[in-house]
């Protein structure tokens, strides 16, 4: 069976950036998704569309077709001082790479990324980590079937990227859920 819209896909991939791997399936932990549903970026659905369990493939995708080019407005100077919580920073919290679940003033979530700590001002990047990035994918069709009820549980709509099951889960649009 060729993918196409309303298959279920499984899929052995390797992400390599700047020739390092960024990410990669685990052996015999394939990467399975409902075609079409917004699970993975776009451009990669196209490059795979139409291939057959056996099949290889390898292809780049540019940061306009990824993530996006780096902005520079997500990426802003906070006091420290909004990191407290009970007047104190959690040990550890405040760690150049690590992430933390924010909200914007309007009450939205969103996660931004460590990128220096100086005195008592804490810099963070909103752009999503792969961001600015080349992606070169590589990998096989493990199997492709027909989508079935089962296998859209836990999707509010599809179409968006990602999920909502509920119970706090969120899900990276490059790998898939796995609520």
Same mark, same amino acid.
């Given at each position: 069976? /060729? =993918?196409?819209?309303?298959? #279920?896909? %499984?899929?052995?991939?390797?992400?390599?950036?700047?020739? /390092? =791997?960024?990410?990669? %399936?685990?052996?015999?932990?394939?990467?399975? @998704?409902? @075609? +079409?549903?917004?699970?993975?970026?776009?451009?990669?659905? &196209?490059?795979? &569309?139409?291939?057959?369990?056996?099949?290889? #493939?390898? @292809?780049?995708?540019?940061?306009?077709?990824?993530?996006?080019? =780096?902005?520079?407005? &997500?990426? *802003?100077?906070?006091? /420290?001082?909004? #990191?407290?919580?009970?007047?104190?920073?959690?040990?550890?919290?405040?760690?150049? +790479?690590?992430?933390?679940?924010?909200?914007? &003033? %309007?009450?939205?979530?969103?996660? +931004?990324?460590?990128?220096?700590?100086?005195?008592?001002? *804490?810099?963070?990047?909103?752009?999503?980590?792969?961001?600015?990035?080349?992606?070169? @994918?590589?990998?096989?069709? *493990?199997?492709?079937?027909?989508?079935?009820?089962?296998?859209?549980?836990?999707?509010?709509?599809?179409?968006?990227?990602?999920?909502?099951?509920?119970?706090?889960?969120?899900?990276?649009? %490059?790998?898939?859920? /796995?609520?």
């Amino acid at each position: 069976m /060729k =993918i196409t819209e309303n298959t #279920f896909v %499984s899929l052995d991939y390797k992400l390599e950036v700047d020739g /390092k =791997i960024a990410d990669q %399936s685990q052996p015999g932990q394939p990467l399975k @998704f409902a @075609f +079409g549903m917004g699970m993975l970026l776009p451009k990669f659905e &196209a490059a795979i &569309a139409g291939l057959e369990p056996g099949q290889e #493939f390898k @292809f780049t995708l540019s940061p306009a077709d990824g993530y996006g080019e =780096i902005i520079k407005e &997500a990426i *802003v100077e906070l006091p /420290k001082e909004v #990191f407290t919580i009970n007047g104190e920073v959690e040990e550890g919290l405040l760690t150049v +790479g690590n992430m933390i679940p924010m909200a914007d &003033a %309007s009450g939205n979530r969103l996660m +931004g990324r460590v990128a220096a700590v100086a005195g008592d001002k *804490v810099t963070m990047d909103f752009n999503h980590p792969m961001a600015g990035n080349t992606l070169n @994918f590589s990998g096989r069709i *493990v199997d492709v079937r027909e989508v079935t009820p089962e296998d859209l549980q836990g999707f509010a709509g599809g179409g968006g990227g990602g999920c909502d099951c509920g119970d706090g889960c969120s899900c990276d649009d %490059s790998k898939g859920c /796995k609520c």
